[in-house]
């Protein structure tokens, strides 16, 4: 009998998984490690495959700030000492109490995609700073299920009902066909502690409604169902590689702000061509910062009747969609407004656009110049966020603070104005007022004039549209 042989039918899956996405033997995996069941069994069983499948593993653990100090601080003990028992390097990431709770207030998301969005940030940039080739989560058949069921009951389509994907870039889900049951017998065998996120038990979060409440009642309806989802899942990703294939010949330019492709060419397809591009490219343009876009939003693109005679076809979730000249632009918008305002989380190296000015946000050794706002980087606490005024904004200046509500009565800006003048902040508050923008003066907060060898940069400027 070989080694392989000799493995439990969990780790064997693993190693099917690990051969059939053509996973490089010592290739660098950083495991996205939260001390519970599923990521517990998911480093366990990489480090049992070391002989018959060797991997440099890593963790990152996140706190996303939500649950209460004794519990994280447990949780982490317990992730050191695990972490450290298998010689596995550790990193740890922890998110302000409160800031995601915000965050999900100003996007009108569900604290679960803004926790989820933020976990994804933190994974990539771990990868790309420690070299790691691939990002493993502990993803299982159940939650692969449970995502299906939320995603039909949204009404999503059947890209969205392809369900969670196997792999996707540097994401590998090495124990996607392994079930819960499956990983908590593992467990239970080897006698591999674990912990339990408290959490995962209120049904203020949608997934544990489902998990806890709606999956028992299918269950008893249609035993059958985790079947029959796996087979829907199968049939809507071959629909997705032949929608994918068609809409490859809808080539979208590249150009500064966002997408333009020749118009006749759009009335030339289908509908379903139509809706699906622009779908995937609302998703590169704003890139988690929106509201889901409903259908209705894009089914006005199914009507060629609807898309003649129009210069501004639509505008909202962030983006609009304009017809000039010969061709139409897909462009980015307004992000996100609440009340009479705009908030921006803004990405290294992409271009925003707000009303009538753009402005862009890079790294490097840079003079003072006109248009920009310069930071040294040390002293930024990111995210760094473009936004309306708030109330109580306040600007650190050389001999006290000022409030950004006075500043703009000094500058006498009219009151139609002030909530176009963008603010520039971090997690500690203010940074700069960017006045310049309408022709006022640029403010920066105290202690962020000098240079240093690295400063982050925000360069805008006005100008009339494309």
């Known amino acids: 009998m070989t080694s392989i042989e000799k493995k439990g039918e969990i780790e064997q899956k693993v190693l099917r998984y690990l051969q059939s996405e053509d996973i490089e033997k010592g290739a660098k995996v950083l495991i996205a490690f939260s001390g519970g069941p599923d990521s517990t069994a998911l480093l366990y069983i990489l480090k049992d495959l070391r002989t018959d499948f060797p991997l440099a593993l890593s963790c990152l653990y996140v706190d996303h700030g939500i649950r209460g100090g004794h519990e994280i601080e447990r949780e982490i003990e317990f992730i050191v000492r695990t972490c450290r028992a298998l010689s596995v390097k550790l990193r740890i990431e922890r998110i302000p109490t409160g800031e995601l709770q915000a965050l999900a207030g100003n996007f009108g998301q569900s604290l679960e995609d803004i926790a989820r969005r933020k976990r994804y940030e933190f994974l990539y940039r771990c990868a790309e700073h420690s070299g790691c080739r691939h990002i493993a989560l502990g993803h299982t058949a159940n939650d ?15 890209s969205g009902l392809t369900g969670i994907p196997r792999r996707r870039g540097k994401i590998i889900r090495p124990i996607f066909f392994c079930s819960r049951d499956e990983v908590l017998q593992y467990l239970g065998s080897r006698k591999i502690d674990f912990r339990i996120d408290s959490t995962n038990q209120s049904e203020e979060y949608l997934r544990n409604k489902v998990r806890h409440r709606l999956i028992p009642v299918i269950s008893e309806i249609f035993p059958g169902f985790r079947q029959s989802l796996n087979s829907l899942s199968e049939k809507m990703r071959e629909v997705k590689s032949l929608v994918d294939e068609e809409a ?8 500064a702000g966002g997408f333009r492709l020749d118009f006749e060419e759009f009335l030339s397809c289908h509908g379903v061509l139509r809706i699906y591009t622009l779908f995937q490219l609302h998703n590169r343009l704003i890139s988690g910062e929106e509201k889901r876009v ?7 693109a199914l009507s060629d009747d609807f898309l003649h005679g129009k210069r501004v076809i639509f505008k909202g979730y962030g983006i609009r969609l304009l017809h000039k000249g010969r061709y139409l632009f897909l462009e980015r918008d307004v992000v996100c407004h609440y009340k009479k305002g705009y908030l921006i989380v803004i990405e290294e190296n992409r271009e925003y656009r707000i009303e009538d000015f753009s402005f862009r946000f890079f790294r490097g050794k840079r003079e003072y110049a006109s248009g920009q706002i310069v930071l040294p980087q040390q002293q930024v606490k990111e995210p760094l966020v473009i936004r309306s005024r708030k109330p109580g904004d306040r600007l650190v200046l050389k001999g006290g603070s000022k409030s950004v509500k006075r500043l703009f009565s000094e500058w006498a800006v009219p009151d139609e104005l002030r909530y176009r003048i963008p603010v520039l902040a971090d997690r500690a ?11 006022y003066k640029d403010r920066i907060c105290s202690g962020m004039e000098n240079r240093s060898m690295m400063n982050m940069i925000i ?6 549209e494309r």
Do not use: N
């Not at 692969?144 to 059947?158: A, V």
């Not at 490859?248 to 150009?255: F, G, I, K, T």
């Not at 409903?294 to 006005?300: E, G, I, N, Q, V």
């Not at 360069?459 to 009339?464: I, K």
């Open 459 to 464: 360069e805008y400027h006005r100008g009339e």
């Open 429 to 439: 508050g203010v940074l700069a007022v960017m006045g310049g923008v309408f022709g």
């Open 144 to 158: 692969h299920l449970e995502t299906l069921i939320m995603r039909f009951f949204q009404g999503s389509d059947f």
């Open 248 to 255: 490859s010949r809808l080539v979208w330019q590249e150009v």
């Open 294 to 300: 409903p259908y209705r939003f894009f089914s006005k």
